[in-house]
């Protein structure tokens, strides 16, 4: 078998030659994962190897992202080779995601302020001469720094930076290059596979000082040299990192409740890129006419950013089309894109009134949701979202910090058969 860890060379293009797009080959990785997830994980994850060299970390986050593979599938698998203690860490990485879901849940106008916030850099960049040409210059790998160059052609020729990598690159762009933050978690988001809502604004926010009060991250040539193998050496990175301003987050608001199915309903299925194994969230019986699976946003919040990146979860849709069909033995098709109008057309076709799809969790896709249901609402047609067991036990506990959510990781895997 060719190793999961190194690209075969053969794919058109860096993404799918490290990501192939099938939910088979998420499987495949998980399966020769898992058993280097425990110790040997919790060991070397910080390791940064480079491109075709890391066996320390999953590289599973653009199939965890878009639920191709889920956190609860990965950590049973992980489990099964380990004892609860010795994947301790590697658990750990996977309900930070869902613990930045769930943060982000109950505090959605963080999401909105990064869009607006964004939006008033890049118009900055239009009249700012000197701003555009350094933006430029770093996403195009031109800063002259060691290490940061190598991280902003990587992310764009295949769509993944390892975990310290984005760390150490996000504090270069804030703290050593002073540019904007929310362009720089712009950049990430136009090209990352995994490009998240969550994770990745989050993830900037904390790196800048703005998501914990008083904690930012520094870069430092040390730490890089260390964990790169020496691979990289920076000069002249920023000898402080103070936080860019003084802000504290915003208290949890109330998690809306999770919607149930009727059970008599017969449904069209409408799975989206926040979650194509959304089938399994059908209860039993469901009587489902039709599956469409939609790889994009709506026709005004495109979704995903950047080109690559929607080409890629396009053909991840493929093959979500393909699974969902079979497991549920229905005609399944592509939408596209989420269009009233074509959702229409597919509902009077199948004789249904009812769409049901995984909940979308605060992002491009949710804002889709909610536009479509009122577009659709006037045709007598509406769309039930369902929430995933595991976001609905997970989620009401991101109110403080990670330190506190973690110590009911426990609970929650009982709680989800783990
Ligand atoms: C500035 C910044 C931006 C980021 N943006 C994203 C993003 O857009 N999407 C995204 O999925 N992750 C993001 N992360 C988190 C993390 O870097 C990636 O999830 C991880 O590198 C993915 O590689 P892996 O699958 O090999 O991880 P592994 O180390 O094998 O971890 C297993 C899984 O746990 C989850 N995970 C691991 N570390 C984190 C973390 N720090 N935060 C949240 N989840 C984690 C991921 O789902 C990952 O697949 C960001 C981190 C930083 C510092």
């Known amino acids: 078998m060719t190793s999961p860890f190194k690209s075969t060379g053969q794919a058109p293009d860096g993404h799918t030659a490290f990501f192939p797009t099938t939910r088979a080959a998420a499987l495949e990785r998980l399966s020769d994962f898992a058993p280097l997830a425990g110790r040997h994980y919790a060991a070397q994850r910080n390791r940064d190897p480079g491109p075709g060299e890391r066996d320390n970390v999953s590289l599973l986050s653009p199939y965890i992202r878009h639920r191709a593979i889920t956190e609860h599938e990965v950590i049973a698998k992980v489990l099964a080779h380990h004892s609860p203690k010795a994947a301790e860490k590697f658990v750990q990485e996977v309900f930070w995601r869902t613990y930045w879901k769930g943060w ?67 504090s270069i762009w804030i703290f050593t290059l002073r540019l904007p933050w929310t362009l720089g978690a712009d950049f990430f988001m136009r090209h990352l596979l995994d490009a998240d809502p969550a994770s990745n604004t989050l993830g900037w926010r904390w790196i800048a000082g703005i998501q914990t009060p008083g904690k930012t991250y520094q870069a430092s040539a040390d730490n890089i040299a260390r964990f790169t193998d020496n691979r990289f050496r920076p000069t002249g990175l920023a000898p402080q990192a103070p936080a860019i301003r003084d802000e504290a987050p915003p208290p949890p608001g109330a998690l809306p409740a999770p919607r149930t199915l009727p059970r008599d309903r017969r449904v069209l299925l409408l799975l989206h890129g926040d979650d194509f194994n959304g089938h399994e969230l059908l209860p039993k019986g469901t009587n489902v006419a039709a599956v469409a699976v939609t790889p994009r946003g709506h026709p005004d919040m495109p979704w995903p950013f950047g080109p690559k990146a929607a080409t890629w979860v396009d053909a991840l849709a493929k093959d979500a089309v393909q699974h969902a069909g079979e497991a549920l033995q229905k005609p399944a098709s592509v939408l596209p894109r989420p269009h009233a109008d074509a959702l229409r057309v597919q509902c009077v076709a199948a004789s249904v009134t009812t769409i049901a799809t995984p909940e979308a969790p605060v992002g491009p896709l949710a804002d889709a949701l909610d536009t479509l249901a009122h577009e659709l609402a006037e045709d007598g047609i509406e769309i039930i979202p369902l929430r995933r067991t595991w976001d609905d036990l997970a989620w009401p506990h991101a109110t403080h910090g990670f330190f506190r959510f973690k110590r009911k990781i426990p609970a929650l895997l009982a709680r989800n058969g783990l």
Do not use: K
């Open 104 to 170: 982000l849940q109950m505090r959605p106008q963080v999401w909105r302020s990064f869009l607006d916030e964004r939006d008033i850099e890049q118009a900055r960049l239009a009249r700012d001469n000197g701003l555009r040409e350094a933006v430029a210059a770093a996403e195009a790998g031109r800063s002259g720094l060691e290490g940061f160059d190598h991280w902003a052609r990587e992310l764009v020729e295949t769509g993944y930076l390892h975990n310290h990598a984005r760390m150490w690159f996000a």
